[in-house]
């Protein structure tokens, strides 16, 4: 019965069929219905796997299984990264068992209707893409559809979030600094954090992330309008390097920091060693940021102008 089984198995080797092309033995097995002559096949999308030899040639088994995926999506597109990049769109916005649901669906984004269909997806987004690209939402509050999704470099992506969880910045790249009285302003440009400043308000300060992003990025995540001359032109001098350890004038100005003077830096060195107003009374005398004021106590600011003088706390 063995010999038998392999001069069977052995007459088919080399033969295809459907999509499937037999390359050699496989044991036999016990079905239910009787003793069946299996055979090892390839399959022409390059899965290799063992069939019972009568499905092949009445055409029952056709392939490995991506001949009925392929007929299901009609695209012939199943095993590819552009597939793959919708079936996971779709995963986040619908299936609540998603650990990024929360972030998605659960939160009330979603994709168009049409893009239900991953040739309607396709059809919509096949220009631009690159398979280093990710897809990615240009508002991050609205949902899946054309004119709100780009393909997108990581770093994109990256930058296109949300506050995280629990911040209680009102503003994305807006860090409210209670001790040191201080509202700045950050953005990541290359892998780095950009300082863009201290602002006297915290919807100043949006701006001037929003300003930052628009000239790296494209877009204004904080939804604000252009900052007035002054704070743009801050801006632009921090992104190009320019402003770096540079303070402004406060009167009549968004910035919160002033220009200081070594004779104002020794006065406030003394005054905060003296410990008859605090750091904060000081800062506002100065017009200054009350993390200024600590960093000259410390000699981390103008150190050589305040190195002769005796520590008088």
Request: proline fraction near 2%.
């Amino acid at each position: 019965m063995e010999e038998v089984q392999k001069a069977i198995q052995n007459e088919y080797i080399g033969q295809k069929f459907n999509r499937l092309t037999i390359t050699g033995e496989a044991p036999h097995k016990v079905f239910p219905t009787g003793r069946k002559t299996q055979v090892e096949a390839v399959c022409e999308c390059g899965n290799t796997g063992v069939y019972v030899l009568a499905t092949l040639k009445n055409g029952n088994t056709k392939s490995c299984g991506c001949y009925n995926k392929d007929r299901i999506t009609s695209h012939g597109m199943y095993n590819t990264r552009q597939y793959q990049t919708w079936a996971d769109m779709k995963t986040r916005c619908d299936n609540v068992n998603h650990k990024w649901y929360p972030e998605y669906g659960g939160r009330g984004i979603t994709y168009i209707e049409s893009w239900a269909s991953f040739e309607n997806f396709w059809e919509d987004m096949q220009d631009g893409y690159e398979d280093h690209l990710t897809i990615d939402r240009i508002d991050n509050d609205l949902g899946y559809y054309k004119e709100n999704c780009r393909w997108a470099e990581p770093k994109y992506q990256s930058h296109n979030q949300r506050k995280s969880k629990g911040s209680k910045n009102r503003y994305l790249g807006v860090r409210v600094d209670d001790n040191c009285d201080s509202i700045s302003a950050r953005i990541k440009r290359e892998g780095r954090s950009v300082y863009l400043g201290s602002y006297l308000t915290e919807e100043i300060a949006a701006k001037a992330y929003d300003d930052a992003s628009e000239i790296i990025y494209g877009d204004r995540p904080n939804k604000t309008s252009p900052s007035d001359d002054e704070t743009l032109k801050l801006v632009k001098d921090r992104l190009d390097g320019i402003a770096n350890g540079l303070s402004f004038k406060a009167t009549g100005s968004a910035f919160k920091n002033a220009v200081l003077n070594e004779e104002q830096a020794v006065e406030i060195y003394l005054l905060a060693h003296k410990g008859e107003l605090t750091q904060k009374e000081i800062a506002a005398k100065f017009g200054i940021i009350q993390c200024m004021v600590s960093a000259i106590k410390r000699r981390a600011s103008w150190a050589e102008a305040t190195k002769d003088i005796e520590n008088t706390a």
